[in-house]
């Protein structure tokens, strides 16, 4: 009996041998790298990519016509044809992503706002005053030595309260009205009511000496009116050091006023009472708008209060873990937006709020 036909490409009717199979997969994976790089557009990609490995492209063709081959042929030839197909969808994937690139950038340009125009009789923005007036503020004391720190507006009550003298039910907690969040334990995480807590969390990190001032934003419920806001800022001082007295905090206040204010303005110290510090004060500065002789701003008396000030009480010290047989200080805090009002003669302190231009440009 005679032996099977064959032709070129193995016995008749098998198909292509092998090696045709490999040359062919070679050949439609040179083509198409080279059709994926020249793809134009994402809709193009997607038509290539169709046509290089669908279900009906010709590699998928190819992986059809194994089934005639011998066992061993079978699986070197697949693996082959798996690779070549890999190749290509990873090329095509480099591809989408570049073209997706050049879309996006094509698309942000298109989109983007020209803001360089300036329109005539308009005028560029600039800083807020109380944004002003903390610079300004935080300028002078680092003059003077002092460093800034910040902390958190969302405290706890431990460092809002209790660490500054102030257990629970101490009946001086009610000269804050506290937003409290519904977080944690009832009553236990808040809108800091000061910036003292400031001072407690640098106590606690940094041993003495401390030359600090913490300006930030506070919040308490209190009713706006003309010299209050329920959302205002305040800036507070501390100094820790060995051998601190109030002959200090007042020649401090007296350089702060001097400095900031002007030559001719001057502050006084009245007693006064806060939990944190003993003995307390506050301290009052020389009306700017009768420079003393009295007004009705200043009720007559040629002085206008600024903020409170004391002696940093030995609890507060021990709160946080220093001696106060061995160190002392003092502290002081007012309100930057009171300053502004001040300084700059604003009858009402709402309209630091209104963000109305005919008060924004005179400053």
């Avoid at 001032?213 to 209190?222: K, L, Y």
Wanted: proline share 6%; glycine share 12%.
């Amino acid at each position: 009996m005679s032996g099977p036909v064959t032709g070129p490409h193995g016995p008749s009717g098998a198909g292509p041998a092998p090696l045709d199979r490999r040359e062919e997969a070679a050949r439609i994976v040179a083509e198409g790298l080279r059709a994926v790089a020249e793809a134009a557009s994402l809709e193009e990609l997607r038509a290539l990519q169709a046509e290089l490995v669908g279900k009906r492209s010709a590699l998928a063709g190819l992986g059809r016509s194994l089934g005639s081959l011998e066992p061993e042929a079978r699986r070197v030839v697949g693996a082959e044809l798996q690779e070549a197909r890999s190749g290509l969808e990873e090329a095509i994937g480099s591809r989408r992503s570049a073209l997706e690139q050049a879309e996006r950038a094509v698309a942000l340009q298109s989109d983007r706002l020209d803001l360089t125009e300036v329109l005539a009789g308009s005028s560029r923005g600039h800083l807020h005053l109380l944004t002003q007036t903390r610079d300004e503020l935080e300028d002078v004391f680092i003059g003077m030595g002092y460093r800034v720190a910040e902390g958190p507006e969302v405290e706890d009550d431990w460092h809002n309260f209790e660490a500054l003298n102030l257990p629970a039910a101490h009946p001086a907690r009610g000269m804050w009205d506290t937003l409290y969040l519904d977080q944690g334990d009832s009553e236990s995480i808040l809108l800091r009511t000061h910036t003292s807590p400031v001072q407690i969390r640098v106590m606690q990190t940094q041993p003495p000496p401390i030359y600090i001032v913490a300006p930030g934003r506070v919040f308490r419920r209190d009713t706006p009116d003309a010299r209050h806001l329920s959302t205002f800022h305040q800036i507070e001082g501390l100094v820790i050091d060995r051998g601190i007295t109030l002959g200090d905090l007042a020649g401090t206040i007296e350089s702060f006023t001097t400095a900031y204010f002007g030559p001719g303005m001057h502050s006084r110290l009245r007693p006064s009472y806060f939990p944190f510090t003993e003995p307390s004060g506050e301290f009052e500065v020389t009306c700017p708008i009768c420079a003393g002789s009295g007004c009705r701003t200043c009720t007559g008396t040629g002085w206008i209060e600024l903020g409170g000030c004391g002696m940093v009480h030995p609890n507060v010290l021990g709160a946080v873990g220093l001696d106060p047989e061995e160190w002392s200080g003092f502290a002081f805090g007012f309100g930057i937006d009171r300053c502004a009002q001040v300084r700059h003669q604003v009858p009402d302190m709402r309209v630091f709020l209104d963000n109305d231009l005919r008060l924004l440009t005179q400053f």
